[in-house]
């Protein structure tokens, strides 16, 4: 009899840690269960909030690139920036004579938006308009035929193979031929 109690005896044993290790087993996964459900609940909030700053972020941005910028430091980068002053150019018109046709007026579909001076780097990036799309060039970079030659504080400066350009802040472009 004593060898069938230290049987009975183990087999009560195995079944107790039986029963504990299912109860733990249990109780840890209703515990993660629970945090996950509230994690879920919780983050749906988060998400809207996030949703909702960068729908505002956006909004200052399209704001700021629009309307009254003035330059000088950014309040979101601490950066300084330059932001181009557009204006309508005055055109003077001369007397034309009568055998003399009017020479077309070349549209420059490239803009120059804003240059901004990165401290950390020590160098100038320009944002650019070709056409209705924005760029962000740096020196050597490309815009439609035309490689960014030089960038200052009020100027850019580009080249393609039949003509040189410059654009600055204040909204002033001018284009020389090549061989002129």
Request: glycine share 6%; proline share 3%.
């Amino acid at each position: 009899m004593k060898e069938h109690g230290l049987l009975i005896t183990g087999s009560v044993l195995a079944f107790l840690l039986a029963v504990g290790v299912v109860t733990r087993i249990t109780m840890q996964k209703a515990s993660f269960n629970r945090t996950v459900q509230e994690a879920l609940e919780t983050s749906e909030g988060y998400d809207e909030r996030f949703i909702e700053m960068v729908n505002k972020l956006e909004e200052e941005l399209a704001r700021r690139a629009s309307f009254g910028y003035k330059g000088q430091k950014d309040p979101m980068t601490g950066k300084k920036r330059a932001v181009v002053l557009h204006h309508k150019p005055i055109r003077r018109r001369l007397p034309a004579k009568k055998e003399d046709k009017e020479p077309e007026q070349y549209i420059d579909p490239v803009k120059l938006t804003a240059i901004i001076y990165d401290d950390e780097k020590r160098k100038h990036t320009a944002i650019v308009m070709d056409g209705e799309r924005s760029y962000s060039v740096e020196v050597g970079d490309r815009v439609r035929d035309r490689t960014i030659t030089r960038i200052t504080n009020e100027q850019i400066f580009m080249e393609s193979p039949a003509a040189l350009f410059r654009y600055d802040i204040y909204g002033n472009s001018a284009m020389k031929k090549r061989g002129e």
